[in-house]
């Protein structure tokens, strides 16, 4: 069993790296917060004895030996960044979790058969830079490193840059290696497992996910002396489409979503009718043909503005596929959950996650824990010393059965 | 007359100073574009032998003296600042065409009975601090100089900060003195004049306009997790409120105007339902009733944005009357025109300015000149030298004429 209050004090201290004033975190991909949280993370791990390694991504894999350096290792991991805003768990508990499972089985001196490897894998957020699970993607070889490279933030600061930034751009390009088994332990996220009082979701499939640029051209126009009827005012197109996204999630709902989370507005002065939108819409949904229909409804809608005089670009930026978890990694969490005498119960993901691009090249499959009536993508973020024990158990035992084999 | 070609040439010379790639103008109040604007102005002025007096609100005032020091002077000006991605002569026309009466004036040794006083207004366009017409309204005794002190831009500078930050907060109180006639030459800044061929437009009247700071208030959520019956979307909120601002405005067409020009999104991520959206609401019309209307049914949308779990604060930050200008100052422009051979129309203008807040103590009036389809607040913004001319001359006139009673 891991040191539950070990975890907890580990999570508490690195929750001051980008604190906000409401209690979570503002932990942007590959800031200088960012920086300081994995340089932390690298101390801890190598007190403890383990290497650190980055890749070009920026990715750090903190390596336990085991006995047999030749066979595949075992992996697991999150992600140290954070929403703008946001919680204190969302995926720095998987990489603390996973921290704490090496610290256990070096007091316990468990020797295992296997390297057991912990890695945080950078901008899983998708916030500071587009498209979400960027490094994961690339080190998967989903996605090319160059075009990781090139993708900018809002002040146009290349990933690339952004890495050399903050002293993270490793040499050796980002690609798997063999992995026997790869666990993400991750809060929910959303309000199931808190609602019936279960201990585990043992996640078998997640979401599939795209995610759109638009831009809304119109023409800029003084508030004073232009008339209503001749404006081609790009926010109340922007306003129009909005309603429609959200009624395309409604149309799909209980199991679909679709969310404008930004925004920005040309020139965005009160006086001024504005010129231009630029927004990002994403839909979600757990079969890839609704996925399809949602994109096609979006085409109709944006089309639909030309009606103002407002014409929309609509680019698609992540094609992310439904997938579904392997069934002999469950069976080991499963076996955990009896042996330890938790409640558990399958599930299926709204969010992405890292692993979701690791199951594409190797087995993989996901523990989830409860947090606070599932808000998440918030400071107010919030999970009980309980269950960060019993994942951090679940994830000991899953890793650690893999890792004998 | 006035010496066209150099008018022109000072508005190009000026016209770099902040330029943009699409050939229009970014000058924010008290920006360092400004300052160098303000410089430049500066240094002309005494150039040709005129004093420059700044004040608390960093106004600037030309003063070419006239043979009676203790007559009420005659007044002109505009403004130097621009909106983000503004034009080359809204405001910046009447400063430079005010500049060359002067030069004009000095050319033909003119001596005029009483002083005439050119001034630069500062904060015109309240794009940068709200409300617009901020330091003549100060002047003018309409608004306190503390108020205005306080005004913050989006990054919480204030405007005394700004003032100073640019060596242009003046000792003396910004306070007005007595003033004999007050004239203000601008572009139209609508499609009017140019519609029907008119040289001059003679503005008898200014519609009245309503200020508002929205902030929409929901909870963050994951885009994910959150099932779109779950979700307290400060964006799709907005949306709404914005197509309801949008019908407000077509109720009162078509003299009447409501705008949305800014919006900022919290937390502004991709995969996050936005908590909250703080945005501007403006509107027009030359009738106080069609306001008083325009005002409680935007307080009846904001109300009825709590159907979606959101709360709407409403904050009037600006009320500004509809205001008449001077029959007697008015004369003297039409007598220019017919002097000079030009064709003129009254007309009420739908776009603030500085000499609406003038008119509250002084005889005051407006001088239009056409733009190009009335483009304004738009870097493609343009007027033709014919009707730069055509309007510096019916200036020239109109301030003549009051200058030597
Ligand atoms: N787990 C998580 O919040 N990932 C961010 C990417 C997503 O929005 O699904
Ligand atoms: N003339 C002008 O554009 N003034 C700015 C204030 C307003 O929007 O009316």
Redesign the pocket.
């Known amino acids: 069993r891991v040191n539950a209050d070990r975890l907890w004090s580990t999570l508490e201290r690195m929750a001051h790296i980008g604190g906000t004033s409401k209690g979570g975190v503002t932990r942007l991909a590959l800031s200088d917060e960012d920086r300081i949280a994995r340089n932390l993370l690298r101390d801890w791990a190598q007190q403890a004895g383990f290497s650190c390694d980055v890749d070009g991504m920026g990715n750090m894999f903190i390596r336990r030996a085991g006995k047999n350096p030749t066979l595949p290792p075992v992996m697991t991991g999150s992600h140290v960044d954070s929403q703008p805003l946001g919680g204190n768990y969302d995926g720095i508990y998987g990489v603390l979790a996973g921290l704490e499972l090496l610290r256990t089985l070096n007091d316990h001196q468990v020797e295992t058969e296997r390297d057991i490897v912990l890695v945080n894998w950078t901008n899983e957020e998708g916030a500071r830079f587009a498209p979400a699970m960027l490094a994961s993607g690339v080190w998967a070889g989903q996605l090319s490193q160059e075009f990781a490279y090139a993708r900018t933030d809002s002040a146009k600061i290349t990933v690339r840059e952004a890495l050399e930034a903050i002293g993270y751009r490793g040499e050796r390009p980002a690609r798997a290696f063999p992995i026997h088994a790869c666990y993400e332990l991750h809060i929910e996220q959303g309000p199931i497992l808190e609602d019936e009082a279960v201990d585990i979701g043992l996640v078998r499939a997640a979401m599939g996910q795209r995610w759109f640029t638009l831009t809304l051209d119109g023409f800029a126009a003084?508030?004073?002396t232009t008339p209503m009827h001749s404006r081609r005012d790009a926010l109340t197109a922007f306003a129009e489409l909005a309603l429609k996204v959200e009624e395309i999630g409604y149309q799909h709902a209980p199991d679909g979503r679709a969310t404008i989370g930004m925004a920005e507005i040309t020139p965005n002065s009160r006086?001024v009718v504005p010129s231009r939108v630029l927004c990002s819409v994403e839909f979600r949904h757990p079969q890839r043909e609704a996925l399809v229909a949602m994109e096609a409804a979006l085409h109709q809608a944006a089309e639909s503005l030309s009606a103002r005089g407002v014409s929309a670009k609509v680019e698609r930026i992540f094609d992310y596929a439904p997938i579904a978890f392997d069934a002999a990694c469950l069976a080991r969490s499963e076996q955990a959950v009896a042996a330890l005498g938790y409640s558990a119960k399958p599930m299926v993901s709204g969010a992405g996650h890292d692993t979701c691009y690791i199951s594409k090249i190797a087995p993989a499959s996901m523990i989830f824990i409860p947090c606070v009536k599932g808000i998440s993508h918030n400071e107010a973020e919030k999970i009980l010393p309980e269950w960060s024990e019993k994942g951090a158990n679940v994830l000991l035992h899953s890793v650690l059965s893999a890792a004998q084999e």
């Open positions: 003084h508030a004073g006086n």
